[in-house]
């Protein structure tokens, strides 16, 4: 199946929506990344055609002739990751939002996409400037909800489970302390693993700057969260 503007060479917005919301409610549901040393940080939204460039101009070339099955691919490669972006930006209560309002601009949008940057950090791209979007709206926020792993069994939390709890407020806490500038830099390397290079050209930003960011924000998190910082480069 085509997309809205295949053949037109523009978009339905309300057709693109519905093509969104489809696509996402197909993933599984995103498991929010912690920082290093913590057991259950994960590596899942790497995507699959990072080490391929044949492969991902096919996909943009697949995308941009309105292949529905090409933006589900991308859906499934990376709403993980963006949902992880938009968590550590917003706080976990608007990260769907998010997510959605992403993959919307960048259905919208691909038809303009010139490959001068890698899809990946294009779309991290969009996410960020829609999460800062919504900071810039709203002032005062929380970050107190996401309070770690849910036990579906109703039973109380074991000691590790309070331990990741309590570390996970502190760090949603240190978080929102830093300027906007600095959490985006942290979120892209510490959550999703990204270069300096990637951080940069997702960010728009020069490297060296990139680099200094992430420098002042973890003399910050080192002094709000102590040992837990050890290992963030």
């Avoid at 909800?145 to 489970?161: C, E, K, M, T």
């Avoid at 990741?164 to 760090?171: C, D, L």
Wanted: no cysteine; proline share 4%; net charge neutral.
């Amino acid at each position: 199946m085509l997309l809205p503007w295949a053949g037109t060479q523009r978009s339905s917005t309300r057709g693109g929506g519905a093509l969104v919301v489809a696509a996402l409610e197909a993933q599984p549901e995103t498991r929010l990344a912690r920082f290093p040393g913590d057991p259950e940080m994960n590596d899942a939204s790497r995507d699959e055609t990072a080490s391929d460039p044949t492969s991902e101009s096919d996909l943009v070339s697949r995308l941009q002739a309105g292949d529905e099955a090409a933006f589900a691919s991308v859906v499934h490669m990376y709403s993980e990751g963006v949902h992880r972006v938009a968590s550590g930006m917003v706080g976990r209560d608007e990260a769907d939002d998010v997510v959605q309002e992403t993959f919307m601009r960048a259905l919208e949008a691909i038809g303009r996409f010139e490959g001068r940057s890698a899809l990946k950090t294009w779309v991290y791209g969009i996410a960020n400037r829609v999460a800062l979007q919504r900071l810039r709206k709203r002032r005062r926020w929380s970050w107190l909800g996401r309070l770690g792993d849910h036990d579906p069994s109703g039973d109380a939390p074991g000691p590790s489970g309070i331990e990741r709890s309590e570390k996970q407020i502190a760090i949603d806490e240190a978080l929102a302390k830093l300027p906007d500038h600095q959490r985006a830099v942290v979120v892209l390397r510490v959550y999703e693993g990204l270069s300096y290079a990637e951080i940069a050209q997702t960010l728009g930003i020069r490297r060296p700057t990139a680099e200094s960011r992430m420098a002042r924000a973890r003399q910050t998190l080192r002094q709000e969260l102590g040992s837990w910082v050890e290992g963030v480069q």
